[in-house]
């Protein structure tokens, strides 16, 4: 099946500081990628579609000015989490869809980035 | 995007047949039922997806009734490796702009 990479798969930083974390399809050509947000014991919940080319689209809730996307090539997604704060630890997981039309609803997750800000 | 409605926890036994069912009432005539599995740390696994009737593969079964209001996945003969949270997810994703919502899951321990 498709693979989806993160990178870091973990990162502790002070808080303040920013903080990248990248996805990347590697084996398939992704226009649209999406990043979620999961503390422990709970749900995954979508922060935003992260769209090749032009500007992310955010869920309700989700700031953009902290959590700022880059779609730069149809491989790569980056989320840099802007002055982190310790409420901003938490798992990180990316998704992307690969363009095939015989499974179209089907998407494929990264390992996730575990963030914790001191 | 339809609700989806599964039960928090359950427990099973090695080999025992473990059956989890979702209920999503107000699905819509355009959306799929999938289901993922995901163990702690890591990012969700596609399980199974189904639009009605059922689907099996090597490592499970889907089963939508004639109403798709509901859906039971089934996990045959679990391990102690099947310990893991699992999600029902429902949604013509084309035309909501292919994104995934979660509910809550359900999480299963498989006991030796």
């Known amino acids: 099946g498709a693979v989806v990479s993160q990178h870091p798969s973990w990162v502790i930083c002070k808080s303040g500081t920013s903080v990248k974390i990248e996805c990347r399809s590697l084996d398939f050509q992704a226009t649209t990628m999406f990043w979620y947000r999961q503390f422990p014991k709970q749900s995954l919940m979508l922060m935003a579609t992260s769209n090749e080319g032009s500007k992310a689209t955010y869920e309700q809730g989700v700031e953009k000015d902290k959590f700022l996307i880059n779609h730069a090539s149809l491989t790569l997604s980056t989320l840099t989490v802007t002055s982190a704060h310790p409420e901003d630890s938490s798992f990180y997981i990316c998704?992307?869809?690969?363009?095939?039309?015989?499974?179209?609803?089907?998407?494929?997750f990264g390992p996730g980035t575990r963030l914790t800000v001191l | 995007l339809a609700k989806t409605t599964q039960p928090i926890s359950m427990d099973s036994y090695e080999g025992q047949e473990v059956n989890i069912t979702c209920s999503h009432n107000n699905i819509a005539t355009n959306d799929y039922i999938t289901w993922y599995q995901q163990f702690p740390s890591q990012g969700p696994r596609f399980i199974i997806q189904?639009?009605?009737t059922k689907v099996t593969n090597e490592v499970a079964s889907l089963f939508i009734p004639a109403d798709r209001k509901s859906s039971t996945l089934s996990l045959p003969r679990v391990s102690l490796s099947d310990t893991a949270v699992y999600y029902c997810?429902?949604?013509?994703?084309?035309?909501?702009?292919?994104?995934?919502?979660f509910g809550g899951g359900t999480r299963v321990l498989v006991k030796p």
């Open positions: 189904g639009y009605k």
């Open positions: 998704s992307a869809r690969p363009p095939r039309t015989q499974s179209f609803n089907e998407q494929f």
């Open positions: 997810l429902v949604g013509d994703w084309k035309a909501a702009g292919n994104k995934l919502t």
